[in-house]
């Protein structure tokens, strides 16, 4: 089974600082992963992802992620957080099902609160 | 059009109720998903339809019942539902082959 952990329950970072959401992989085969985002009572919004190519990968508002095969993670990074950037934060795994469509599974989720 | 559009955005309902979620998009996307989600955890996948077949069922109980009227709709129809199924249901669409998936902003739901 394709799964992914995200071993931080929350990050606390300076606005301003550099912030470092972490999340590791286990997939058999290529991976592909995705990194969400989630504002409160709010659906999940679409950061970035890596099917192939480039290990650094470029997102929304600011956001990369590195892929790293031989440590099996991909970490989201912002050069520079704001306070806005506060919001849950899910790394996810996809499947391509054989009946068509895709199963993204999520990791727990990791709660970045950035702070002035 | 890039938006995923959930109705209602709240509902609350007794456990002798039936009622309906409704999801929509223009997209042409031809995969959609049902997903569950409790506050502060992942979501979790209940239903994927492709090309308006049932393709995945994840096990979820016959008190939920989805149904793909056609290529932009898909509906949850609930009955007699458990105080435990209140969370926020998440309806999603893509593209298919490599191609993200795009969320509404979700249904919450309260069983009394």
């Known amino acids: 089974a394709q799964s992914v952990a995200q071993p931080e329950d929350q990050v606390n970072v300076a606005e301003g600082n550099p912030l470092t959401v972490k999340c590791t992989y286990s997939?058999?085969?290529?991976?592909?992963l995705f990194w969400y985002v989630q504002y409160p009572n709010r659906g999940l919004q679409f950061l970035l992802k890596?099917?192939?190519?480039?290990?650094l990968v470029k997102g929304s508002y600011g956001f990369e992620a590195e892929f790293n095969k031989s440590q099996t993670s991909f970490h989201l990074k912002k050069p520079s957080a704001l306070v806005s950037d506060s919001a849950l934060y899910f790394c996810?795994?996809?499947?391509?099902?054989?009946?068509?469509?895709?199963?993204?599974?999520f990791g727990t989720g990791t709660q970045l609160k950035v702070e002035l | 059009d890039t938006e995923v559009t959930q109705t209602p955005k709240h509902l609350v309902m007794g456990m002798t109720n039936k009622k309906s979620l409704k999801c929509e998009q223009h997209?042409?996307?031809?995969?959609m998903y049902w997903y569950k989600q409790k506050a502060k955890k992942p979501p979790e996948l209940m239903f994927v339809?492709?090309?308006?077949?049932?393709?995945i069922n994840e096990s979820v109980p016959s008190r939920f019942s989805p149904e793909c009227p056609n290529s932009s709709l898909l509906n949850l129809h609930l009955h007699a539902l458990q105080p435990e199924d209140s969370a926020l249901y998440l309806c999603?669409?893509?593209?298919?082959?490599?191609?993200?998936?795009?969320f509404g902003s979700g249904t919450q739901l309260s069983v009394l």
């Open positions: 996810a795994v996809r499947e391509i099902l054989t009946g068509g469509g895709n199963k993204l599974t």
């Open positions: 997209m042409g996307h031809r995969a």
């Open positions: 890596y099917i192939t190519g480039d290990n």
């Open positions: 997939v058999s085969g290529n991976p592909y």
């Open positions: 999603a669409s893509s593209p298919g082959g490599l191609g993200k998936l795009f």
């Open positions: 339809y492709s090309y308006e077949k049932l393709s």
